[in-house]
């Protein structure tokens, strides 16, 4: 009886269980099927968020071409388990491989072969193809390629897009422009501003990414709706990309020729501040010759003793002061002098020296002696008087360039605890003991041939989205008047008697004027000193602008350990004058003598006009000017006045290659680069005059291109 009621009990319990797990069961499939969020949520499983990322801005020269841009590539990938990729591809995979193989040179057909039969026998819905990003061109042609000439949703083909970053003219002003790191937006997309403007005007630059929701329908990922994106402001700097290549070949000569470690050259427009162009060489752990390897014109690496070219801060400050004049004698002696626990040498020490010359002369010939007597005359006992006049100039300030790393003035200072002693006032007087790097020292040049008028250099002068200037970087004046215009005047007549008569001489020359200043340094070091264990290591630079009598440009050269000659009259003097000499030829504001009788007797014509075949051919036959006429069905033409004679000539117009659109109207302009797919923004009014890509160079779809209109 006890076990049959055992029995009893055991399988009265499991039933009751039974029945309230399957009331339970019951209850939560009725709970289910009237919660409509369930249904949301197993929809959600299909649906991902991804990221569209923003294309980033262009930086450009200051005719608006672009120095750095963003166009579009293309990683390819292709989906194996797409309806009509089965349809065919037994048929055309060896096709595929074939002209795969044939594109990409990298893998033989036989390789392709096999990873797409592999692919294809996983079921891959998104297998890479090639590693190797595509450009617009290049994916056109991949699209005709057999089973991805069925479609994109039928080939199987996958093109995912991103904008990656390039320079077309190469390293041009690397370092000042900067370059992209390898930090990725998200994880997924994109690089962010390593260095120099990249960096310094990233928010401006990045833009904002849009978002996107893709819903996997049948297998493919399809946008369901989408949050463009918005694209980066666009940089208008102050670099000339003509100047700048004069200036990198100039410096890059005189580097290879001379086995120098570092060089830097930079040139500033006298009135505005404008860096018109701005090189940096340096050498990397191989000893080869790289652009852009440092900042050596704004950062620590070029912060450096000047040497000679602060002779002209020292004697300046002594002309402000009232304690000589340019024709007060100074005793040179033989170009050896005992001052203190120190001997201060001339460079010709070895040749006699120069005896009793003037303050000028002084100046002109370079005279260490010469410098260090009349400052120490001047200021013994009042060194902060000295100090203080220098600090007036405005030397002891950085100038805000715009970009990260400049390396502030070292200029010491009295009792500043910054190590002065009972030397540096001589020492000082000829550029030792203080540390400028030589965008400083140019600014400072650049004042004095800007009539005192001290301004900040200018790298970007405006920041544009789609041809509108929404922020304007105007000229910012740092110091109104360093000094009296009497003392301006005695230092003008100083910096051209040196090319005159002078260190530099032999950059003398009939065209136009040059004023400026040789220098050359000892470089030391921490650990060394003064006195290197492979010989001594020297400085050389110029620095002075042109033409002397109307200053137009500023110019600075610098040249660190170069083998043999070492005085910057013939190291750096005559990079300068290459970049002078070139700038003034190409230049015709600074022209004032142009023989325009070359030009009395001629016909005067239109200016470069293109447009409308019809449109031109009307107005140039009811003017009387039109001589020739072209065959053939092409809509656009240009005028040619080669021969004197007005003739219309068909616009060559390359499916992939840009253009001519300069001379058109802006409405025919806009038409033609807008049906090739390119994105057009126009600035001012009536004709093309400039175009930001090029005529005759190759140009992504979708890529921008800025059109500045003129009279």
């Known amino acids: 009886m006890e076990i049959r009621k055992t029995i009893l009990t055991r399988f009265s319990l499991f039933y009751v269980a039974a029945i309230i797990f399957a009331l339970l069961l019951m209850g939560n499939i009725f709970i289910i099927q009237q919660d409509k969020s369930w249904d949301q949520k197993g929809e959600r499983l299909d649906v991902k968020e991804v990221t569209i990322p923003a294309r980033r801005g262009d ?24 309806p009509g990729v089965k349809e065919v591809f037994n048929a055309k995979v060896d096709s595929l491989a074939y002209c795969l193989a044939h594109f990409f040179k990298d893998k033989s057909e036989a390789a392709y072969r096999h990873e797409l039969r592999s692919a294809y026998r996983q079921g891959a819905r998104y297998h890479l193809i090639n590693p190797r990003k595509v450009n617009y061109l290049e994916l056109q042609k991949i699209e005709k390629f057999p089973i991805f000439r069925r479609g994109r ?40 501003g390593y260095y120099g403007l990249e960096e310094a005007y990233e928010s401006y630059l990045k833009g904002e990414d849009g978002l996107a929701l893709k819903r996997n329908l049948s297998g493919r990922w399809l946008y369901v709706s989408k949050e463009d994106p918005q694209d980066g402001y666009n940089l208008i700097t102050t670099i000339n990309v003509n100047f700048q290549d004069m200036v990198m070949h100039a410096l890059k000569k005189e580097m290879v020729d001379s086995r120098a470690k570092y060089g830097t050259a930079v040139l500033m427009d006298v009135k505005t501040g404008d860096i018109k162009a701005i090189a940096n060489y340096g050498r990397d752990d191989n000893g080869d010759l790289v652009e852009g390897y440092q900042n050596y014109a704004i950062g620590n690496s070029g912060n450096a003793e000047p040497g000679s070219t602060f002779k002209l801060v020292s004697l300046m400050a002594a002309l402000e002061d009232g304690k000589v004049d340019t024709s ?74 715009g970009i990260k790393g400049e390396a502030k003035p070292f200029i010491k ?42 301004v900040e250099p200018r790298l970007v002068q405006a920041i544009e ?61 921490q650990s060394e000193g003064y006195f290197h264990a492979s010989g001594r290591i020297y400085q050389a630079s110029f620095v002075g602008y042109f033409p002397a009598d109307k200053p137009r440009y500023s110019c600075i050269v610098v040249i660190n350990g170069p083998k043999g000659a070492y005085y910057g009259g013939s190291v750096a003097g005559p990079v300068f004058r290459e970049i002078s000499d070139n700038v003034y030829a190409s230049d015709l504001r ?122």
């Open 153 to 192: 949703n039928r080939g199987g083909l996958i093109a995912e897009q991103e904008n990656l970053r390039v320079y077309p003219f190469g390293n041009m002003a690397t370092r000042t422009l900067g370059r992209m790191s390898s930090t990725v937006y998200g994880g997924t997309h994109g690089s962010v």
């Open 413 to 454: 200072y009295p009792g500043g605890g910054n190590g002065w002693s009972g030397v540096t006032l001589a020492w000082m007087s000829f550029g030792y003991e203080l540390k400028l790097t030589p965008l400083q020292m140019l600014t400072f040049y650049n004042a004095v041939a800007n009539n005192g008028r001290m």
């Open 465 to 525: 989205r789609n041809g509108r200037e929404v922020k304007e970087f105007k000229t910012k004046v740092m110091n109104p008047k360093i000094c009296s215009s009497e003392t301006l005047n005695k230092v003008h007549d100083m910096l051209r008697g040196v090319v005159v008569r002078g260190t530099a001489k032999s950059l003398n020359t009939p065209a136009y004027e040059i004023a400026g200043k040789t220098g050359t340094a000892q470089v030391a070091n």
């Open 590 to 711: 600074m022209h004032d003598d142009l023989d325009i009788s070359a030009f009395a007797g001629k016909q005067d014509y239109p200016g470069e006009v293109s447009g409308k075949r019809k449109d031109l051919e009307e107005v140039l036959d009811d003017a009387d000017l039109l001589h020739g006429w072209f065959h053939g069905s092409s809509e656009w033409a240009e005028m040619d006045t080669t021969n004197h004679d007005v003739e219309l000539n068909p616009l060559k117009v390359v499916p992939g290659v840009m253009p001519k659109v300069t001379g058109m109207g802006a409405s025919d302009a806009v038409y033609i680069l807008e049906n090739r797919g390119l994105r057009v923004s126009v600035s001012g009014r009536g004709k093309v005059l400039m175009q930001s890509i090029p005529a005759g160079t190759k140009y992504q779809t979708g890529q921008s291109v800025r059109l500045r209109l003129g009279e």
């Open 59 to 82: 930086i450009c020269a200051d005719d608006g071409r672009p120095l750095a841009t963003s166009v579009p590539y293309y990683e390819l990938r292709m989906d194996l388990a797409a």
């Open 328 to 401: 007060t004698i100074v005793d040179t002696g033989n170009g050896v002098w005992k001052y203190k626990d120190r001997t201060v040498y001339d460079s010709d020490w070895r040749h006699g020296g120069h005896g009793k010359i003037t303050m000028k002369q002084v100046f002109e010939l370079s005279s260490n002696v010469g410098v260090a007597k009349i400052i120490t005359k001047a200021y013994a006992g009042h060194e902060r008087d000295f100090v203080d006049r220098i600090y007036s100039f405005g030397l002891n300030q950085p100038v805000d360039l």
